[in-house]
């Protein structure tokens, strides 16, 4: 199995290149179903699955979001449940501005893992760049209500933040 503490690095690195997110913040944040996440379609990856996620992450890390896309996109076509195939696909179209396939990735990965919080904040972000205030405000709830289900107190009171930036006059 991959070590928890190497998973959390790789995902706060990755996350970091992102202007919502910043390195001391995921690192702090990190609990492994955020990577490798509970799926509504039983899905139990096995350690060279979690390798190739992983390496799908390093090369995100390293600004190769077209990279990152190729591995990620070769996972979901073997493993058509991997709702963190999706998730982090949908992370590397965001970072090259392919808004709408990041949402499309998004609603895969909520299809296949409806507890996957992060999903709904990171699609939320992008529907609020696209100016769709009530459907970011409806991502942003659900990211929250999941986020204090999980006891992940951190994001949940920055979802909220979001939430209350949105709806101030």
Do not use: C, T
């Amino acid at each position: 199995m991959i070590d928890n503490k190497i998973l959390g690095s790789l995902m706060g690195l990755f996350f970091s290149a992102s202007p919502h997110h910043n390195l001391s913040y995921h690192q702090e944040l990190f609990f492994p179903q955020f990577i490798l996440s509970q799926k509504a379609i039983p899905f139990n990856p096995s350690e060279e699955i979690e390798e190739e996620l992983i390496e799908g992450m390093d090369e995100g890390m390293k600004g190769n979001y077209l990279g990152a896309i190729q591995i990620f996109s070769r996972l979901i076509q073997a493993y058509p449940h991997y709702a963190d195939a999706y998730y982090n696909r949908g992370l590397a179209k965001a970072k090259l501005g392919d808004k709408q396939g990041a949402i499309a990735d998004y609603n895969e990965a909520i299809k296949i893992n409806l507890n996957l919080a992060e999903a709904y904040e990171e699609r939320g972000k992008l529907w609020l760049e696209l100016q769709y205030k009530n459907q970011a405000i409806k991502d942003f709830q659900k990211a929250a209500q999941l986020y204090q289900k999980q006891g992940n107190s951190i994001s949940y009171n920055q979802v909220m933040i979001n939430i209350r930036s949105i709806q101030k006059p």
